[in-house]
């Protein structure tokens, strides 16, 4: 349940948004009433980015966020985001060279301080993979050189695009796939302590290939829901493996675009939200969605349509980073991001588009059962779909046919529940597990239970519900049941 204020009224009321919202925990939103309003204006999962901050930091926000969802009764999810590696070059004599385009320029692995005509690149896995004609970009695609001889310790290019480079900044080296894991040392050590807090998913940075979801789970196991962040041309190339060994994915713009054309990026969320769909994996689009709010109370017209075109994408959530973590406008940006999310929802052209992308269901009973349901309750206009999940599957299943109706999935963990908040149109309830023993019956009095907390409905409705028999069983998805509301 979100909470927007319409264009039509001055009053807060609470609206359940389909498209869910991460936003970033940071300097600007780290005490318990920050974390509060951002989860009252619409923010369903958190992220922390151990990138920045201390372990000390990061069990204080989780504490603030679980005290925020006891107190609002709702589950709220909390994504651990590990830095991944992170390729720099060295320092300068002076701080600082110009590059001038045309002009030669090293890197090496010496340590010695660099000057206008060379630096220390201390990643010999860069030099050696790459060959002449590959490019490497600095500070974020600003500045590019191309490879023109590669030695054993050294690669000499000449300046593609020139401008003043500074100590430590970042390298992209968008040609080749880099021998380097997608987990160092401090993502290690992040991790084991990002399960021992309990987070719901773990967010894996620098993808480039299968091995690094498969190293990752050998380290996670069940314990948290793994996303894989595409950020590398490799990760898009190996799209379909990565996907199938990841419980979601995020389209990560900011290392795309710097890696990739420009005109390139736009495609390439639209394919991976497309096959994330297929595959009933969540899937989020993050970075620079409310750029200009870190320092403006409202976003430029442009953003609002890039959030808005996310939406008519299909995506499960959209996130926002600075904007919430260190910006001047927290409580804003979430606000306004959720009224963005609200106004598309309610767009008649969104509804049909829903509709028209719907997906045929797959040759299994859960699928065949999930694309039923959506069909009784769109013929019947049910106020909402109950589904019974264990693990959080079926809820899935349903959302990927994006009812037009709510999904309330009814689960006996707090675990499964937190990981359902990143998932489209599903609000999550606790509820004790069934057995083998539990009627039919029984189950469709605890559906209609949490249709009325839900809030839902009106006396008289009919409720799709979704189960499996026998109960208590995962991944038996195969009863479909309509009853009425009292």
Not at 177 to 188: G, N, Q, R
Not at 336 to 364: F, K, S, T
């Amino acid at each position: 349940m979100s909470l927007v204020t319409t264009p039509d009224s001055k009053k807060t009321e609470a609206v359940a948004c389909r498209t869910k919202i991460v936003a970033t925990l940071g300097p600007a939103s780290s005490d318990y009433a920050t974390i509060r309003d951002l989860a009252l204006a619409g923010a369903d999962v958190f992220r922390f980015n151990f990138s920045h901050g201390t372990h000390a930091d990061h069990a204080s926000r989780h504490a603030f966020v679980r005290q925020v969802e006891a107190e609002l009764g709702r589950p709220i999810g909390i994504l651990a985001d590990m830095q991944g590696p992170k390729l720099r070059v060295g320092r300068f004599k002076d701080g600082k060279v110009e590059l001038v385009p045309g002009a030669p320029f090293r890197f090496d692995l010496s340590g010695t301080l660099g000057d206008a005509t060379r630096v220390q690149l201390p990643h010999s896995e860069i030099i050696k993979v790459a060959t002449p004609g590959s490019r490497l970009l600095m500070d974020d695609g600003k500045l590019a050189v191309v490879v023109e001889q590669a030695g054993p310790d050294w690669l000499a290019t000449r300046v593609e695009i020139g401008g003043p480079l500074s100590d430590h900044k970042g390298v992209n080296v968008p040609d080749v796939a880099l021998p380097i894991p997608a987990l160092t040392e401090k993502d290690k050590v992040d991790l084991a302590y990002a399960l021992e807090l309990g987070v719901d998913y773990v967010a894996l940075s620098f993808v480039q290939r299968p091995e690094d979801l498969v190293q990752a789970r050998s380290l996670v196991g069940e314990r948290a829901a793994l996303l894989a962040k595409l950020e590398k041309p490799q990760a898009v190339e190996n799209l379909s493996a990565i996907l199938a060994l990841s419980d979601a994915v995020m389209v990560a713009r900011g290392d795309l675009g710097v890696e990739l054309p420009p005109e390139s990026v736009p495609l390439i969320q639209k394919r991976i939200i497309r096959e994330a769909r297929r595959l009933g994996k969540p899937v989020v689009v993050a970075t620079q969605m409310l750029e200009s709010m870190i320092t403006a109370p409202t976003p430029t017209r442009a953003e609002a349509s890039d959030v808005a075109a996310a939406v008519f994408d299909g995506a499960d959530a959209v996130m926002l980073s600075a904007e919430s973590a260190a910006g001047q406008y927290p409580r804003e940006a979430v606000r306004i991001m959720n009224r963005i999310l609200w106004r598309v929802e309610q767009d008649a052209g969104w509804q049909a588009h829903m509709a028209a992308a719907r997906l045929a269901p797959e040759d299994y009973v859960a699928d065949a059962i999930a694309s039923a349901t959506q069909q009784v309750a769109a013929t019947l206009r049910s106020p909402a779909i109950v589904a019974y999940t264990h693990r959080g599957a079926t809820a899935l299943r349903i959302a990927r046919e994006r009812p037009t109706c709510p999904v309330l999935g009814v689960t006996p963990t707090a675990q499964a529940a937190r990981r359902l908040a990143l998932v489209w149109g599903v609000r999550a309830f606790v509820s004790p597990p069934h057995t083998a023993s539990t009627t039919v019956e029984r189950m469709v009095e605890e559906a209609l239970a949490v249709v009325a907390r839900a809030q839902v409905g009106a006396p008289g409705d009919s409720v799709v519900i979704a189960a499996g028999v026998p109960f208590g069983v995962s991944g038996s998805t195969n009863l479909l049941r309509v009853a009425r509301i009292p």
